[in-house]
């Protein structure tokens, strides 16, 4: 596609659902990002994948949080028995390459929990 | 300590001012610089991107790095209301982890 593209723009689901969000990247990037971004805060990084590892998951807060990547294209953000302080937007950028790439965003998926 | 350290602001500049931004970090390892604008509501936007120590001009943008003093600057040249927004650096090491300072937030005023 021509931008990274994330899934559903906003979600609202009650505490201690389950929730998964998608990101689908830029075509032949290899490298995915996923951050959550809180009002006022920059980007706090979750975990990233080059290709369909996990490069780095030293973000991800506990273990209620996992990632997949399992074609080395679409990735979901899977949380579950969610909590109010899971509320935020969360983000997703892939670049061409880990090593130097440039990365680029989408528009984000604003998940909030009642 | 965090990684990188950017002032969050709010900075006010009159229409036409000169606008300037900066992070510092401590991390050596980062080889990748970049800078990105956030409109409220929305998804960051790659503004710059740069690897050596040095200026790069892109019209208003000019990014400047200088990787002993482990400082990176953004300035932005006669400013326009549209320029309000956040702006966020980010850096990378050759392992791949993107890390993003606070971002600043940047008002332009008439």
């Known amino acids: 596609g021509a931008g990274v593209s994330q899934t559903p723009s906003n979600k609202v689901t009650e505490k201690g659902k389950y929730v998964e969000l998608r990101c689908d990247p830029i075509s032949g990037h290899t490298a995915l990002y996923w951050y959550r971004q809180s009002l006022g805060q920059g980007p706090e990084f979750l975990i990233y994948?080059?290709?369909?590892?996990?490069?780095?998951d030293s973000g991800l807060p506990n273990d209620r949080f996992f990632a997949v990547r399992p074609e080395g294209s679409v990735s979901t953000l899977k949380i579950q028995r969610t909590e109010r302080g899971d509320s935020a937007v969360y983000l997703c950028?892939?670049?061409?390459?880990?090593?130097?790439?440039?990365?680029?965003f989408g528009q984000g998926t604003r998940l909030t929990v009642v | 300590q965090k990684e990188v350290e950017q002032d969050p602001g709010p900075l006010s500049v009159p229409e036409g001012a000169i606008v300037s931004l900066n992070c510092t970090y401590s991390n050596s390892a980062f080889q990748y610089f970049m800078w990105y604008r956030q409109y409220s509501r929305k998804g960051p936007e790659l503004l710059m991107y740069t690897y050596s120590s040095g200026n790069k001009e892109d019209g208003r943008f000019t990014a400047q790095v200088d990787k002993s003093s482990k400082y990176i600057s953004l300035f932005i040249r006669d400013s326009q209301p549209s320029d309000s927004a956040t702006y966020l650096c980010?850096?990378?090491?050759?392992?791949?982890?993107?890390?993003f300072g606070a971002g600043t937030q940047v008002v332009v005023t008439p």
């Open positions: 994948f080059q290709g369909t590892g996990a490069a780095d």
């Open positions: 950028a892939s670049s061409f390459s880990v090593q130097g790439g440039e990365a680029f």
């Open positions: 980010a850096m990378i090491s050759m392992k791949g982890k993107l890390q």
